[in-house]
């Protein structure tokens, strides 16, 4: 199969300096699996295809869409499952019909978003649609994080106020540090960067660290400040 370039525009597994980021996109993937049993399912912007090969553990069908031809090519030979296929398309093309839509860590790489969730909402009784905090993402005040790809990125007041435009109905849940992640940050809050910085034990230290990171170190609620949360994920009916 084709390797896949780690660019930044997407995550990837199996690459121990991504861990995190792979284990914070799995444990929404897992998160949604467990509620679309027996339902159609388009993973769009699906990147490398290990989400779409997630929820086929328990949908009916699922369908993987991306545009980048390399990714395509690279899902269509790696994840190989009854009830999987892959297609190389534009998701502002996508027409349905099927029961759910999952889109995630991606509205805010679109110029357009409103008439892309206008079309979700035609295509799907459901959709599950997630992006960054900004709040948590970019530095104090700034209007958007240093990433490249991003063309704009949301608080949780402007995410809501996106998406009920376009559905009858939406909850938003947020994604947390859960377990080791959580003490993590409660030991930097004590000054932990200075510990570790001067006792010379940052590489070693962050290189295990990070590789034993799982998806279970993220939890997903909506019962805590969403101000504070990595990342929103709604739950829209059409």
């Known amino acids: 199969m084709p390797p896949l370039t780690?660019?930044?525009?997407?995550?990837?597994?199996?690459?121990?300096?991504?861990?995190?980021?792979?284990?914070?996109?799995?444990?929404?993937?897992?998160?949604?699996?467990?509620?679309?049993?027996?339902?159609?399912?388009?993973?769009?912007?699906?990147?490398?295809?290990?989400?779409?090969?997630?929820?086929?553990?328990?949908?009916?069908?699922?369908?993987?869409?991306?545009?980048?031809?390399?990714?395509?090519?690279?899902?269509?030979?790696?994840?190989?499952?009854?009830?999987?296929?892959?297609?190389?398309?534009?998701?502002?093309?996508?027409?349905?019909?099927?029961?759910?839509?999952?889109?995630?860590?991606?509205?805010?790489?679109?110029?357009?978003?409103?008439?892309?969730?206008?079309?979700?909402?035609?295509?799907a009784p459901l959709a599950y649609i997630t992006t960054p905090n900004r709040l948590t993402l970019a530095p104090p005040g700034a209007e958007k994080s240093d990433n490249p790809w991003h063309l704009r990125e949301y608080t949780i007041a402007e995410y809501r106020a996106l998406l009920r435009r376009h559905f009858?109905?939406?909850e938003v849940l947020g994604v947390f540090h859960a377990r080791k992640l959580r003490v993590h940050e409660l030991a930097l809050r004590l000054g932990w960067d200075r510990v570790h910085g001067g006792l010379r034990l940052t590489k070693p230290f962050y290189d295990r660290f990070v590789g034993a990171i799982s998806s279970s170190d993220f939890k997903i609620t909506g019962e805590a400040d969403l101000s504070r949360a990595l990342d929103f994920l709604a739950i829209c009916h059409a």
Do not use: K, M
């Not at 799995?26 to 049993?37: H, K, N, P, Q, T």
């Not at 086929?56 to 390399?70: E, L, M």
């Open 6 to 123: 780690l660019t930044g525009e997407r995550t990837l597994p199996n690459i121990p300096e991504e861990n995190y980021w792979f284990r914070r996109h799995l444990a929404v993937y897992e998160w949604i699996a467990e509620r679309v049993g027996g339902l159609r399912v388009a993973d769009l912007a699906c990147g490398e295809g290990y989400g779409a090969a997630v929820l086929a553990r328990t949908a009916a069908q699922v369908v993987g869409v991306d545009a980048n031809p390399q990714a395509y090519e690279h899902a269509r030979l790696r994840y190989r499952l009854g009830n999987l296929r892959f297609e190389r398309g534009l998701v502002e093309e996508f027409e349905g019909p099927c029961d759910a839509i999952v889109f995630l860590q991606t509205i805010e790489h679109v110029h357009e978003p409103g008439g892309l969730l206008e079309r979700f909402a035609a295509a």
């Open 168 to 170: 009858s109905r939406v």
